[in-house]
């Protein structure tokens, strides 16, 4: 049933809801861990996991969430003032229970602040000599765009936008200042096999439309347009998603002097073709000539001198806070553990709250109890050997924004950084899993470090004895969602990442996402899991080494 927008003032229990579970029983003897996942004892400061992990309830869960995702605090809208009230509530938890604030600079040591941009789109044309063709029919502009007004652009042909060591179309190509026409996905050899992999695995140039923005960003191109689809007809299918963006506000990085970016277009192969003086059946045969070769094709078009962009956007700036919590280790404080979870959602659409009690009320609930556990073990003078961020960061919803400005700008060195557990989607259990709610999905324990993986698989087996379902960690994974959560600009950086996910259910992006559907015992029991691996993480006496790459 949907919830209607009502108003209503911040009742009490909005801060005091934040207050400090009960403080555990005494310790027994038990043991941190030094090897691949096997429990032993890790120096002075090793105490009872389980004695801290028990103070993870299903109650504390449900306590917090009844906050968070609560009408009152308007669905997290990044930027808006639910957004800024649960900022305030989970900063205010991490106070409550002596969890420092890291950050130096500003007047709140528990928010990383920074300034995104709302805008939304005015008019937006290309032509090429008498042809026009319009946003929204012909391409969609994604992000910022430095069109604002018309502007006769230099057009150059760019194969597949790829710039890797294994293969690049940018070899004395200059692209500066130009818009850069690229194919979506990447090149295949003559045997069907993927020419960058060697196997039948894409890589993160086809799974992740951003790495070809970066490439022709660092390149020093103004934009980059991607051929989407092998007709127009099957272009409009694959953009019909992006249509009604057109007609709502939308929130994303700005493009400044000091931070250029390339903009992300998507283009049919109608308009691609014009660009390029040729028809759009070329481009499989160009493809076909990359896989003959088994490298690199120079461009064989000629493309268009009298093309001219326009896509004017409304903007202002939109200030927002990742909001942060922090464990000092002791012998091992230089390196960190990351445990994150995105706190924006959707906000208001029609008058209508979307609460995002699962996506992602659930993963930051879940980062409160982490945060209130380890705290407890430091009192208690069992803190961890490695220091922990908590990371609850905003802007997820809109393309990951918080996390990338976070590993863009960190407080702390990413070279220090041992792993991030992220957390999004806890709360519920998908199709697949009806009447089997103690599951887990993990995503990427294994893609850099094979001994995250086994220190996650060793932790379950141990404590929790979950179901840990690894459908979605398959490199060819049509849903993609190794690259929609917060972990992933981590991985970017090479850094370690698991990611724990219960699947999509009907309910997900929906205004009747409400917080009286979430499991919160099987919530207690991911959450537990995710304590034992930090655990582990944090008081091992090596660090995990990075040993794989199956990005």
Known sequence: ??????????????????????????????????????????????????????????????????????????????????????????????????????????????????????????????????KKFTMGKDFFVLGASPYQNEETTQVVFAGYGIDDPAYSDYTNLDVTGKAVVVLAGEPKKADGKYLISGTDKMSTWSQDARTKAAAATKKGAKSVLVVMGTSDAEFQKMTARYAGMLSRPSIGFGTTAAQPRAANIYVSPSMAAALLNTKPEQFAAYGASVAKAGKAVASPYKAATNVKIKAARNKQPLPTENVMGYIEGTDLKDQLIVISAHYDHEGIQNGVVYNGANDDGSGTVAVLELAQAFAQAKKNGHGPRRSILFLTVTGEEKGLLGSEYYTDHPIFPLENTVADLNIDMIGRHDKEHEGKPDYIYVIGSDKLSSELHAISETANKTYTNLDLDYTFNDPNDPNRFYYRSDHYNFAKHNIPIAFYFNGVHEDYHQPTDDVEKINFPSAEKVTRLVFYTAWELANRTERIKVDSNKK
């Open 1 to 130: 049933m949907k919830k209607h927008l009502y108003t209503l003032g911040l009742a009490a229990a909005f801060l005091s809801a934040c207050s400090t579970s009960q403080t555990p029983s005494a310790s027994n003897a038990g043991g941190a861990s030094t090897g691949s996942g096997t429990p032993a004892t890790a120096g002075a400061n090793a105490g009872n996991p389980t004695q801290y992990a028990n103070t993870i309830t299903a109650a504390d869960l449900e306590k917090y969430l009844r906050v968070l995702a609560s009408d009152s605090l308007e669905g997290r809208e990044t930027g808006a003032r639910g957004q800024k009230m649960a900022a305030e509530y989970i900063a205010n938890h991490f106070k409550a229970n002596g969890v420092p604030g890291p950050v130096k600079t500003g007047s709140n040591p528990y928010y990383q602040t920074f300034d995104l941009e709302k805008s939304s789109w005015g008019e937006g044309y290309v032509t090429v000599g008498s």
